[in-house]
């Protein structure tokens, strides 16, 4: 089992920043991507950033160029950079874990984060 522990979320203005970060625990080895989705109100759980072991990225379309997903595996923990925030970046953004070969959008979920950005 893996648990997963956000951290980081709050209310800013548009335009600010916000960093998250995701704390890793359990059987470590047997994840390769970790990433964050986000679920806005009346919204649908989607994709924000993955980082992979190797650490290679993927970005939403929405968030490309604002955001920046990292990881420090020597504290397995992932982080996501997040500026220039936009009113409709408001979601509970949930960190994610997912097996090497997984056919799941992730195997492992944080409880998720609050994020509220106010125009």
């Known amino acids: 089992q893996v648990q997963l522990v956000e951290s980081g979320g709050g209310l800013v203005q548009a335009g600010e920043s916000l960093r998250l970060s995701c704390a890793a625990s359990?059987?470590?080895?047997?994840?390769?991507?970790m990433g964050w989705y986000r679920q806005g109100p009346g919204k649908q759980r989607e994709l924000v950033a993955t980082?992979?072991?190797?650490?290679?990225?993927n970005y939403a379309d929405s968030v490309k160029g604002r955001f920046t997903i990292s990881r420090d595996n020597a504290k397995n923990t992932i982080y996501l950079q997040m500026n220039s925030l936009k009113p409709e970046d408001t979601a509970v953004y949930y960190c994610a874990a997912k097996r090497l070969f997984s056919a799941s959008m992730a195997d492992y979920w944080g409880q998720g984060t609050q994020v509220t950005v106010s125009s």
């Open positions: 980082i992979t072991r190797g650490g290679t990225t």
């Open positions: 359990g059987v470590i080895s047997s994840i390769y991507t």
